[in-house]
C-alpha cells in the first residue's frame, strides 16, 4: 500500500514542487468544490483566477507543475480538475487520524465535517482525564493515553491531530516517535523538534492569524492624513 502511493507520488510530479505552489494547492480544491455545487462544467484559467483573486497566470503556472490539465480554446474541465487536484492532495487515499487531547477544540475538530470531507477517517480521541475517557464525541471513542501504543499497534494511524496542552507536548512526541506515526497536525502552539526527522508536522497557530487580522484592522484604521503627519512629526 505504502509502495503504491509513493509511486502515485512519482507520476504526478509531487517532490518536485515548491511548498509555495503545494500551499494553493487546498484553495483550488475549496473552489473548485464550489464549481461542481454550482453544476459549473468548466472553467477558464481567468474565471479561476478572477473567483480566488489572483493572476491567471500563476493558476497556469501553478497546474503546469503537475500537466496542466487543461485545453487551449477549452479551459478546464472542472470535475477532471477537480479529482486531478483530490489525488495530488492526497483526498481519498485513506488517511487515518488520531486526535489528542479531548478538551475544546479537539471535540470541535472531531465534529467538524473538514475530516470526512477530505479523506481522513478519525480512529479515536485520546485524553488523560478519567471524566472524559470512555465518552463518545460524535461517534468518535475518547481512550485512555495509555492505551495509545496498543491502539496504534492494532490500527493504521497516519496523523496525530494534537489539541492537548503544551507542557505535555515534548512527552507525547516521545511516544508518537516511538509509533512511528508519519504526520503530525500540531495544534498546541509548541514547535518541538522533539517529533524526529521521520515526521511531517504542520503546526497551526490559530493566535498568529488572529494578529494578522487585527494588524490589517489596525492599518485600515489609520488614514492617509494620519499616517504623513506621523512621518512629518
Known sequence: MEKQKKSKMREIGVGEVSPAV????PRYFRYLRELIRNGKMRVSSSELASLMHVTASQIRQDLNCFGGFGQQGYGYNVNYLYAKICEILGVGEGFNAIVIGAGNLGKALVRSPMFE??????LGLFDVDPTVIGNVV???????????????????????????????????????????????WNFTGSESDAFGSQAVIENVHIGDSLMTLC????RRELSPEEDNSSHEA
Open 215 to 218: 494588524y490589517e484592522l489596525r
Open 138 to 184: 460524535g461517534d468518535v471513542k475518547v481512550y485512555d493515553m495509555s492505551e495509545l501504543e496498543a491502539f496504534c499497534a492494532h490500527h493504521a494511524v497516519d496523523i496525530a491531530v494534537l489539541t492537548l496542552p503544551k507542557n505535555h507536548v515534548a512527552d507525547v512526541a516521545e511516544r508518537l516517535c516511538g509509533i512511528g506515526i508519519p504526520g503530525i
Open 117 to 122: 470531507k477530505r479523506g481522513v477517517n478519525i
Open 22 to 25: 503545494i500551499k494553493r494547492l
